[in-house]
């Protein structure tokens, strides 16, 4: 098994990057995904939630308000160190379980944004960060996710500079082209190197 770690700032375009890397073969954990998962109605995850952050955080339906939450806990990195000490230790359960369960010549790709926050590396044989600078991030998030530049600016400062993520990289995949080009880097990232990595057991030095 190579075990990937993607990473990348907020929409620097890791979810593009992984949907190709599942089409050319890799078995995927998306921690985002996981996030969610571990908070779904009824969980013990959502119920933590509310009782550190109070009913106002659920919606008529009783599910997550995700908006009111982000609100919250971008405005302030302590309730964020709160809401992530409770999502955090259950996406890592979840993954590892989902790890446990792939063949053992699988090439497993966690999707984790904060991987390099969370000091993940060393866990990963290879780690793959998608890059993009800041303007078109912002951008992005606006079309996607309907955000504010100050809303984008909130989620990017609670995340590492793209130095530091930078620093971890074993490969860069610059992503601010288009997204042919993205799938195109991604081909050649998967027949290059961890194609070959996983049938020797070894990465290249980059
Ligand atoms: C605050 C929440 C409810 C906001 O939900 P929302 O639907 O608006 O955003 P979504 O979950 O799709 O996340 C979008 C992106 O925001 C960034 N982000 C999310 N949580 C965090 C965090 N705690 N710190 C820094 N960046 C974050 C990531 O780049 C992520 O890809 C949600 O992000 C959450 O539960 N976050 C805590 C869990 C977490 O850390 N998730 C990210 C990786 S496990
Ligand atoms: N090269 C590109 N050209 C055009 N649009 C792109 C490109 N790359 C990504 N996008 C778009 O930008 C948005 C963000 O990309 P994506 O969801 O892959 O980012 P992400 O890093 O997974 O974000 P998040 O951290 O929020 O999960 C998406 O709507 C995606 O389709």
Do not use: C
């Not at 620097?12 to 995904?33: F, I, P, T």
């Not at 000490?85 to 063949?103: D, K, L, T, W």
């Not at 990017?156 to 080009?181: C, F, H, K, P, W």
């Not at 799938?183 to 194609?195: G, K, T």
């Amino acid at each position: 098994m190579l075990r990937v770690g993607l990473t990348g700032g907020i929409a620097s375009g890791k979810s593009e990057a992984a949907r190709r890397l599942v089409e050319l073969g890799a078995v995927l954990v998306d921690a985002d995904l996981l996030a969610r998962e571990v908070v779904e109605p009824g969980s013990d995850g959502l119920a933590e939630i509310v009782e550190a952050f109070g009913p106002e955080m659920l919606t008529d339906d009783g599910a997550l308000d995700r908006a009111a939450l982000g609100a919250l806990v971008f405005a302030d990195p302590a309730r964020r160190e709160r809401l992530n000490s409770i999502v955090h230790p259950r996406v890592r359960a979840r993954a590892a379980e989902i790890v446990a369960q792939a063949p053992t010549d699988a090439v497993v790709v966690q999707d984790i944004p904060l991987l390099v926050e969370t000091g993940q590396a060393a866990n990963f044989d290879t780690v793959i960060v998608v890059d993009a600078p800041d303007e078109v991030r912002i951008r992005r998030l606006g079309e996607r996710n309907g955000l504010t530049e100050e809303q984008s600016r909130a989620r990017m400062s609670a995340q590492a500079s793209r130095a530091e993520r930078l620093a971890a990289a074993d490969y860069v995949i610059e992503n601010t082209g288009s997204l042919a080009e993205l799938r195109a880097a991604v081909d050649r990232l998967w027949h290059e190197v961890l194609v070959p990595a996983a049938g020797s057991g070894t990465v290249p030095a980059n």
